[in-house]
């Protein structure tokens, strides 16, 4: 494991590349956009050069061993390519990893973004000592990543964790999904945005100048946004009950929250730790804790660092 | 794995034993009031008896290899005692596998009886042959064990399963646990007669001249009694809110609903089935099955006894 690997974190609009050393530190960073209309064999080439302008920066002549590489769902980890991704849609069903790993002539694994951002909480951050952990992505979707006994658990089609779309109140709003009162309704970035904007306009407001985004939302209410407050609170309750749920089911006490909208910290964290009295029993609520993520960006170019050696290993 | 094996129901009133042969066939049963408040030493007494009745049952001088038990909650499985039981204090404490281990010369396994139940039901009944199962009780309370690639999935803390605890509403009705909407005020069996008890004094009826317990209330939605079909419907609705959540989180496809108030069948059952397209993804809510426990009381004995084969091969 003394080996250098390449993390890559293959985003929808931009692509980041990082050199991490065998103590599972990232040395040198490239970034990209990612144009994925311009098709499979040309992002091929593109993470090629950037791997290529990362090769130097391993000292003492380290030789890169692997590389690991995640992207937005859905991920067919076992044939390594991406099926029908909403926002990658210029990559649908090509063999990325195949054409990685012969591009490179290096061993390559391929995952979707919150597992692997999942894997390197796990390894590198607040998991770190960790046996079990939850990663629970709060950002334009929802969704978590289970870790049990260290691994990844995938449940029987790979779509364990899909906490964004479990019901909440069955006669809530209508999500994009078909059901009503998903968690994502009350939860996910572009429902903070719609929830800030209705109260504003209840409220007696005009809307803001700006678009409004879940970040915005965020941004704001930690400043004296008292409506944008609101709407976080909000958010940490339904957050809170979604994490008491899994932490009753799933028998785990660390829950680490990512991704745009939990930049909001502790105005999102608190109302959701104030919930587990009220939806856990007593003695699994008081051992639940609701973390922030420490890696933020870097988790999932860690992660897929650490898949990187599990792919050498195996 | 020729060999007899015995498997015990430690009931709170009743306690049955079954010697179960080779095939995984119940072939001679014993039973006996449980009693607890006679202490250890009596009942351990009392099953070296039933187990001794049995052994003749064996056919061709087969001899009985080893022995598993179960009881209601909470088991400390590992140290192979129960631990601070509400429905049977007299075993509080003891040793009861060690116990059992030495008078009888046997290898014993001890285990919740929810757990023994989702064992039997995998490996004999409603869940032979899949990779991954759930045990949902619905009786006097609601909790359930979970089989993941043919394990038992404990958690951190050996609580996982705990969905009886789990909110359906923050703001409904004040469970005995403390906290207020839990998945047992729709569905466990006192909370079905008090829900029915109520209807009934809404409409204006008498209270029925007999006790009304969960199990009253399924047997008569069975005939034509209206309110009683409506708390079961409403019933089923909560346990399809609950079925859905756990298959979004696990990604299991199959749960099995045993205990008393899961007699009432499709009154039941088919309200939980009717909630999956509006409480998952599509792609999820199609595969998951709603079925009911095919062995009911045998299945905590065939579980057990699943169990003293494994304690046999460690």
Partial sequence: MADWVVGVDLGATKTALGL??????????????????????????????????LTGAAPDGGRIAALGICSPGPVDHERGLLVDPPNLQGLHGAPLRTMLSERLGLPVALEHDAKAAALGEFHYGAGRGERSMVYVVVGTGVGAAIIIDGRLYRGLRNSAGEIGHTTLDPEGELCACGSRGCVETYLAGPW?????????RASGLADPQE?????WVARHASGDDVLARQVLEDAGRALGVAVATMAMVLDIELFVIGSSVARAGDLLLDPARRMMPACCYRSVGCRVRIAPTVLWDDGPILGSGWLARTALAG
């Fill in 20 to 53: 991490i050393g065998p103590d599972g530190r990232i040395v040198a960073r490239e970034r990209m956009p990612t144009e994925a209309e311009r098709g499979p064999d040309d992002l091929v080439e593109r993470i090629a050069a950037g791997v290529a302008a």
């Fill in 192 to 200: 903070l945005a719609r929830r800030y904007t209705a109260a504003r």
């Fill in 211 to 215: 678009p409004v985004t879940g970040e």
